[in-house]
């Protein structure tokens, strides 16, 4: 337990891998969703528009060689130093034709001083063959495979267009692990027709999952989404946490509530203004984080606490 033993942070879950500073650079594959070209279904999830999280030099034109480049440079400003891990991060990374999927995976651990791969997927997009890939990959490189979980309710799972439900987490992440991969997850809380009861439950099954990281995050509404218009229709399933106070709060008993092994790694999320709806809190990720840090000393709160609580 790090960050003033209040919960274990991402920063020190990497020193266990690396003696130097690390930090991961976003990448566009050119890859697309099931859920996207009809094979799960069409439009995508409906919170999802990927020009959210992706860098000015992040472009599907340019090879993924060149935009880890162009991200180092980005960067080396600050540490010269620096070693990079390349993030496959928009839109699901393990889904195309094996060929294709390890091509762009060796390119990228080819390029000068990239130490690993952060590989952001669905619980459904993990083919054996390509599972079998991985697990030999893990063992010669760092590697973190990121599984979209977004809630453990399956009604929720089929509001927003997931393409699948959260069985498929279960066994996607467990195989996974079983692989001796390391698995992270990501969640959203506030998602439409979530209660603060259904969102606290969610953190026993999270810790339930052999996982070694999570992500989780505050909903956000975007500009140009479906579910920014089915705000619009249908406002009294919606609660958004315009107070960021109201949201500490939350996740401070959402994290008390989490196994004390799991490793956090972010709370919010942090849209393009131009995109955004809401909440729009103006704070910055570190100035988030010293906030809920002296909430939870004030209340001497601190992860896996309320382990058995409702």
Request: with cysteine; aromatic share 12%.
């Amino acid at each position: 337990m790090n960050v003033h033993t209040f919960y274990n942070d991402f920063p020190t879950f990497l020193r266990r891998f690396f003696p130097f500073k690390v930090q991961k650079i976003s990448l566009n594959a050119g890859f697309t969703c099931p859920n996207r070209d009809g094979t799960r279904g069409y439009g995508g999830c409906t919170y999802c528009n990927n020009q959210t999280f992706s860098p000015g030099y992040c472009h599907t034109e340019k090879p993924v060689r060149v935009q880890l480049e162009e991200g180092k440079a980005f960067f080396a400003h600050k540490y010269p130093e620096m070693k990079y891990l390349a993030y496959f991060q928009a839109y699901t990374n393990t889904y195309g034709e094996l060929e294709e999927l390890t091509r762009k995976y060796e390119e990228a651990l080819a390029v000068d001083d990239v130490v690993g791969l952060v590989i952001g997927t669905r619980p459904d997009c993990m083919p054996p063959a390509l599972l079998n890939y991985l697990e030999e990959l893990s063992r010669r490189t760092f590697l973190l495979v990121e599984f979209g979980i977004e809630s453990t309710l399956n009604r929720t799972l089929l509001r927003i267009n997931r393409g699948h439900t959260w069985q498929s987490s279960v066994d996607a992440i467990t195989q996974a692990s079983a692989r001796g991969i390391l698995t992270g997850g990501h969640v959203i809380l506030g998602l439409p027709g979530e209660t603060r009861a259904d969102i606290l439950g969610q953190a026993k099954d999270i810790s339930s999952l052999p996982l070694a990281t999570l992500k989780l995050h505050q909903l956000q509404l975007i500009r140009g989404t479906r579910m920014a218009h089915e705000y619009e229709t249908s406002l009294a399933d919606f609660h958004l946490f315009n107070n960021v106070d109201e949201y500490i709060d939350l996740v401070i008993e959402y994290i008390q509530r989490l196994r004390p092994d799991l490793v956090l790694e972010r709370f919010v999320s942090q849209s393009p203004r131009e995109l955004l709806i809401a909440p729009d809190w103006g704070l910055k990720n570190y100035e988030f984080n010293h906030r809920l840090q002296k909430r939870m000393k004030e209340l001497g709160a601190y992860q896996g606490k309320l382990i058995g609580n409702p």
